[in-house]
């Protein structure tokens, strides 16, 4: 499935997944059944209609404010709107992609982990009766002859998970159709629509008529399979998709209108998290002892390395070589978690622990107060490239990058060389570029959201 593995009975990357992982798995697919029990009183119950719904996940608190774990894209939009005093009210779901739920939360929101786990207890039943037209079967047989021709592997692509999933999808779009259909939304957010939850939800939604939006969460551009270029839209749009998309960007915008047509238009809103945190007064204590550790550790220069939850064990041995190198022994090291690694942090911060690094605080940190301390960013492509072009911190990318083209052509965002060595590329960046002034102007966030929700 594409985003998430949002099946609770179904280990990601299924082949390979061992005894441990699959009884793991169905042990949080059962607890999912006690949800109620978690966090009760921020538990949220349906109570009529609402202003506007939106769907996040638990990966979106991946900070704690104030004792409680802190939801990065909808807790600003929230705040705006009750601060503007314009009476519009929330009503939100959410569900635990690796069953992590983090407890306790900034505001209330309904679970519904636990009808992930009966639709697909349901779904598993019902699928053998999900019928594929046959211009279905044979797209699907084409495709797979494509991916073959281009070297790659198409096994994963079978017949019985392409029907699965449709009777899934018919599901969770059955369910959400109800929900909205009692909540009466004006209109519906999501983050990372590009899943089966995400696309089931934009389904029923726009069934209804209400104003679908995605919340840019990372890279996008012409690059992304879910913001590249959708080919021929079809009049009145696809049914899956989102109307806007929230970009953080004017060439996020560009990208999104170039195909969209009048049916998918991108708007330009901004990093919401980052403008949240530059109005409000919120102090880290983590910030204080970070900036405290570099100071006394005597390094002259600081790296960011942003890690993603990808194959990349050579990019990990060339870090530690790095690490261990002549031309980077002034550097101190800072290692940032995507959120979805964060059940791994004590294994990741062994492996990188030294004098002169930090996993721990700086993966618990607001990238923005990261960013504050480094002089370059590392990473193989992770969209933290974008935030830091933002923010006056140039980048070292994969030399097989091609994502950030923009910012690559700006000089921005470099690749390092074929066969060069990671230590040697950052040594080179480090003592031959410097932080810039900031890319752009930011747009308003709170302005965005107080227009969506006024029409």
Same mark, same amino acid.
């Given at each position: 499935m594409l985003g998430f593995e949002n099946d609770p009975l179904v280990p990601p990357a299924q082949e390979k997944a061992g005894i441990k992982d699959r009884f793991r798995k169905y042990l949080y697919a059962l607890s999912s059944f006690f949800e109620s029990f978690i966090d009760p /009183? +921020?538990?949220?119950?349906?109570?009529?209609?609402?202003?506007?719904?939106?769907?996040?996940?638990?990966?979106?608190?991946? !900070?704690?404010?104030?004792?409680?774990?802190?939801?990065?894209?909808?807790?600003?939009?929230?705040?705006w709107c009750e601060a503007a005093n314009n009476q519009i009210s929330f009503y939100a779901e959410e569900f635990v992609p690796g069953a992590e739920y983090r407890t306790p939360r900034s505001e209330k929101t309904a679970y519904i982990q636990k009808y992930l786990t009966l639709i697909s207890l349901l779904?598993?039943?019902?699928?053998?009766?999900?019928?594929?037209?046959?211009?279905?079967?044979?797209?699907?047989?084409?495709? /797979? +002859?494509?991916i073959e021709l281009q070297g790659f592997t198409a096994r994963s692509i079978n017949?019985?998970?392409?029907?699965?999933? !449709?009777?899934?999808?018919?599901?969770?779009?059955?369910?959400?159709?109800?929900?909205?259909?009692?909540?009466?939304?004006?209109?519906?957010?999501?983050v990372t629509y590009y899943n089966i939850l995400g696309f089931s939800l934009m389904a029923?939604?726009?069934?209804?008529?209400?104003?679908?939006?995605?919340?840019?969460?990372?890279?996008?551009?012409?690059?992304?399979?879910?913001?590249?270029?959708?080919?021929?839209?079809?009049?009145?749009?696809?049914d899956m998709l989102p109307r806007l998309f929230w970009n953080w960007t004017a060439e996020d915008v560009v990208n999104v209108n170039s195909w969209g047509g009048q049916a998918h238009t991108g708007i330009l809103g901004g990093r919401i998290f980052s403008q949240y945190l530059s109005e409000v007064d919120v102090e880290f204590s983590e910030y204080k002892t970070l900036t405290s550790r570099i100071k006394n550790s005597g390094c002259e220069r600081v790296t960011l390395i942003t890690l993603q939850p990808i194959e990349c064990e050579d990019f990990l041995?060339?870090?530690?070589?790095?690490m261990q190198s002549p031309e980077c022994e002034s550097v101190f090291w800072l290692?940032?978690?995507?959120?979805?690694?964060?059940?791994?942090?004590?294994?990741?911060?062994?492996?990188?622990?030294?004098?002169?690094?930090?996993?721990d605080l700086c993966s618990n940190l607001p990238i923005d107060y990261v960013l504050k301390l480094?002089?370059?960013?590392?990473?193989?492509?992770?969209?933290?490239?974008?935030?830091?072009?933002?923010?006056?911190?140039?980048?070292?990318?994969?030399?097989n990058c091609s994502y950030y083209m923009e910012w690559q052509n700006l000089g921005i965002a470099q690749r390092r060389e074929e066969g060069q060595a990671w230590a040697v590329a950052i040594a080179n960046h480090l003592n031959n570029g410097n932080r810039f002034l900031k890319a752009q102007d930011k747009p308003s966030a709170k302005k965005m959201i107080l227009e969506l929700t006024s029409n």
């Amino acid at each position: 499935m594409l985003g998430f593995e949002n099946d609770p009975l179904v280990p990601p990357a299924q082949e390979k997944a061992g005894i441990k992982d699959r009884f793991r798995k169905y042990l949080y697919a059962l607890s999912s059944f006690f949800e109620s029990f978690i966090d009760p /009183k +921020s538990n949220l119950g349906r109570s009529g209609p609402s202003d506007v719904y939106y769907l996040t996940h638990s990966t979106c608190r991946s !900070l704690k404010i104030k004792g409680k774990y802190f939801d990065a894209f909808f807790s600003p939009l929230r705040h705006w709107c009750e601060a503007a005093n314009n009476q519009i009210s929330f009503y939100a779901e959410e569900f635990v992609p690796g069953a992590e739920y983090r407890t306790p939360r900034s505001e209330k929101t309904a679970y519904i982990q636990k009808y992930l786990t009966l639709i697909s207890l349901l779904g598993g039943s019902r699928s053998k009766s999900t019928k594929l037209e046959e211009s279905d079967i044979a797209l699907i047989e084409n495709l /797979k +002859s494509e991916i073959e021709l281009q070297g790659f592997t198409a096994r994963s692509i079978n017949f019985p998970a392409i029907q699965k999933a !449709l009777t899934q999808l018919d599901l969770h779009k059955e369910r959400f159709s109800k929900v909205l259909k009692s909540t009466q939304p004006n209109i519906v957010l999501v983050v990372t629509y590009y899943n089966i939850l995400g696309f089931s939800l934009m389904a029923a939604a726009n069934a209804l008529g209400i104003k679908t939006i995605d919340l840019q969460h990372g890279v996008q551009g012409p690059g992304h399979f879910a913001y590249g270029n959708w080919g021929r839209v079809p009049e009145g749009g696809w049914d899956m998709l989102p109307r806007l998309f929230w970009n953080w960007t004017a060439e996020d915008v560009v990208n999104v209108n170039s195909w969209g047509g009048q049916a998918h238009t991108g708007i330009l809103g901004g990093r919401i998290f980052s403008q949240y945190l530059s109005e409000v007064d919120v102090e880290f204590s983590e910030y204080k002892t970070l900036t405290s550790r570099i100071k006394n550790s005597g390094c002259e220069r600081v790296t960011l390395i942003t890690l993603q939850p990808i194959e990349c064990e050579d990019f990990l041995q060339a870090l530690l070589d790095a690490m261990q190198s002549p031309e980077c022994e002034s550097v101190f090291w800072l290692f940032r978690l995507h959120p979805a690694m964060m059940d791994k942090q004590d294994i990741y911060s062994a492996r990188f622990k030294n004098k002169c690094s930090d996993l721990d605080l700086c993966s618990n940190l607001p990238i923005d107060y990261v960013l504050k301390l480094a002089d370059l960013h590392v990473t193989l492509n992770s969209s933290v490239t974008i935030e830091a072009a933002l923010e006056g911190v140039p980048t070292l990318l994969d030399h097989n990058c091609s994502y950030y083209m923009e910012w690559q052509n700006l000089g921005i965002a470099q690749r390092r060389e074929e066969g060069q060595a990671w230590a040697v590329a950052i040594a080179n960046h480090l003592n031959n570029g410097n932080r810039f002034l900031k890319a752009q102007d930011k747009p308003s966030a709170k302005k965005m959201i107080l227009e969506l929700t006024s029409n």
